[in-house]
């Protein structure tokens, strides 16, 4: 599900948008990683709905073999 958040015009946020992007692509496809990248983005911005949501997502989706 493609969900859209208001970003800050502040700078320091492109590395956490590229890593967003990797995490959200992995999801896409379904590679299991994609809950790990998603945690890790958690832990950085943890007051970040998108990524909270996307990680609820992923648990949800992707059960460990």
């Known amino acids: ?14 590395g956490f948008v590229a890593d967003y992007k990797a995490a959200f692509s992995l999801l896409e496809v379904g590679d299991p990683k994609a809950r790990q990248a998603f945690a890790a983005l958690a832990a950085q911005n943890p007051d970040d709905a998108l990524t909270l949501f996307h990680l609820v997502v992923c648990s949800r989706a992707m059960k460990p073999m």
């Open 1 to 14: 599900m493609r969900c859209y958040e208001p970003a800050s015009m502040e700078g320091g946020a492109d």
